[in-house]
């Protein structure tokens, strides 16, 4: 019996963490891929925009200018980002639910302590010493009700130790002092009480249910994680190629209003000499005029796109208020990109963060409908006790008497609990079924999004290559139509419109190479995004906020 009940101890108090199936790999949650898109030597297009503003323009913003690679601003981003910061405390706030699960599982130590005074009446038959009130009629045995007091001093030091299979251990030794007049008497009980549902509420799966709800949660709170820091370091990369095209346009429209300003001293030239009309000279000024608007449009556009990478990086020294200027140092990459859109959208199947928040919500429902359906059983437990009988005359003879096991009990019982309709666990039942189904259905929809998503950022980055190559073109056509009519102005054939016209036309050509060559980039970025990874090789490992100590 001894022996049975000591392993029926070492297996219950056993505190083995549950074993989890591992759906969900911990490198998959804290470290992001990167992705290299395969390059090919595709008629590239030479892109050769001027990297030094002309010196002629009359408005300038005289400020001190940092260079930043995209490394540089992926790293500030990172150390530095507010959205970051709130987001990383959310994975240690999940971990200490798991803490908060296994802790029921912890002894605990009980003392029980109580003291009681009493005064029972008894009936006895009446004699010459007692002093009790008499009762009873006349002519009838009479007898008297004595007191019989008592001072009970009790205490119950034990451990209580719930076990992994749903039962509890509970180790008592109760002692009683009892003073009725003259000696005192003691009485201690060695107690061993052990209880064991078997049919709800019993096993480690069920009793375990709570500990890997909370890991579901905490994976689930990593995969929100690292779905932001995916989010941050892809709006900072298009950002970055925002503010790239932002500086070389504004280039542009500096050529452009050297251009016009070129043209007005040709055309005052040309009227000097009495080969042009004076309203030559007029629309050679009109064209200098907007051509400054442009520049101050575009530097306009300069500075709010350096505010919006100035915002998401949070830099202390480079705050958004500053007027420090930010000159991308990170020069586009121009290789034509080849990608296998099938297996883009498996590696998005993979790696998407959504994807496994789904996957881990799956799984989380599917113990929840476990758990459920355990419920529905009836409660039936058993429980045994085991006491050891202590008395005498000293708390020692009592203890003495207890650690010699002459006086043995044990009790076995039977606990049956059978609920009337149980509607409650089966409405419970009901809706973990109906949110698992729920769950795969968002699955399948979010599949589909990916997958679309995927497709369309690679048949976006085909166009933006193809128009790379066609505003090449337009701008090799342009510069050949401007030189073509700028001889045929000073020869008197063209008048100064047609000279600004074709200004304008290639600036507009300029332009849309400068655009497509920046959503060719920022099309490799949301590839990148829609497949869970980083565009580059760098990858990227996050840890999440240290708990703070007590």
């Given at each position: ?32 891929p990167a992705v290299t898109l395969p390059e090919m030597p595709r008629k590239s297009p030479v892109f050769h925009l ?142 061993l009480n052990i209880s064991q549902p078997l049919l709800r509420n019993a096993g480690s799966d069920v009793n375990e ?94 500075i709010q796109r350096e505010r919006d990478l100035k915002r998401i990086l949070n830099n202390p020294d480079l705050d ?231």
């Amino acid at each position: 019996m001894n022996k049975s009940l000591l392993i029926l101890i070492a297996l219950g108090v056993c505190s083995c963490r549950p074993t989890e199936q591992p759906i969900v790999t911990q490198a998959q949650l804290r470290q992001i891929p990167a992705v290299t898109l395969p390059e090919m030597p595709r008629k590239s297009p030479v892109f050769h925009l001027p990297t030094s503003a002309p010196s002629t323009l009359p408005t300038t913003r005289p400020a001190a200018e940092i260079n930043l690679t995209l490394s540089d601003a992926r790293e500030m981003a990172l150390e530095n980002n507010l959205d970051l910061k709130i987001e990383l405390f959310n994975p240690s706030i999940a971990r200490e639910g798991i803490t908060e699960q296994e802790s029921r599982f912890e002894a605990a130590f009980t003392t029980d302590a109580s003291y009681s005074k009493t005064d029972q009446p008894t009936l006895q038959q009446k004699n010459a010493t007692t002093q009790a009130v008499i009762v009873g009629t006349p002519g009838t045995p009479q007898t008297i009700i004595a007191g019989n007091k008592a001072e009970v001093t009790s205490v119950s030091p034990g451990f209580q130790i719930p076990l992994h299979t749903g039962g509890t251990i509970n180790l008592s030794l109760p002692t009683d002092r009892i003073y009725s007049g003259g000696s005192p008497t003691y009485n201690s009980q060695a107690l061993l009480n052990i209880s064991q549902p078997l049919l709800r509420n019993a096993g480690s799966d069920v009793n375990e249910h709570g500990i890997r709800i909370a890991n579901y949660q905490y994976k689930e709170a990593q995969a929100r994680t690292k779905l932001l820091i995916i989010q941050t370091l892809a709006d900072v990369e298009r950002i970055y190629w925002r503010l790239y095209a932002a500086r070389q346009a504004l280039v542009v429209r500096k050529q452009e209003y050297d251009l016009a300003v070129a043209q007005f001293n040709r055309a005052k030239h040309q009227h000097d000499a009495g080969v042009v009309a004076e309203v030559d000279v007029v629309r050679g000024e009109s064209g200098v005029a907007d051509a400054v608007e442009n520049v101050i449009i575009a530097d306009n556009d300069v500075i709010q796109r350096e505010r919006d990478l100035k915002r998401i990086l949070n830099n202390p020294d480079l705050d958004v208020t500053t007027k420090t200027i930010v000159v991308p140092a990170t020069e586009p990459r121009t290789l034509y990109t080849k990608v296998d859109r099938a297996t883009l959208a498996d590696k998005g199947m993979r790696e998407r963060m959504e994807m496994i928040e789904l996957q881990l919500q799956i799984a989380e429902q599917i113990d929840n409908v476990s758990f459920a359906r355990n419920q529905l059983l009836p409660l039936l437990a058993l429980s045994y006790t085991y006491g050891i009988n202590g008395l005498g005359n000293s708390l020692d003879d009592a203890l003495t008497m207890v650690r010699q096991k002459d006086f043995e009990n044990h009790t076995v019982s039977l606990h049956l609990e059978i609920p009337i309709g149980n509607e409650a666990a089966k409405s419970r039942l009901r809706v973990s079924l109906l949110q698992r189904q729920q769950t795969l259905a968002s699955r399948e929809q979010r599949a589909q999004l990916i997958r679309q998503e995927i497709y369309n950022a690679a048949d976006t980055l085909d166009t933006d290559w193809q128009r790379i190559i066609a505003a090449r073109q337009r701008v090799v056509t342009a510069a050949r139509t401007l030189e073509a009519e700028t001889r045929s102005f000073i020869n008197g054939i063209r008048t100064s419109n047609d000279v600004l016209d074709a200004q304008t036309r290639l600036a507009d050509a300029k332009l849309s190479e400068i655009s497509a060559l920046s959503d060719y980039q920022i099309s490799q970025v949301d590839i990148a995004y829609a497949t869970g990874t980083l565009l580059g090789e760098s990858k990227v490992r996050w840890t999440p906020a240290p708990v703070p100590k007590n």
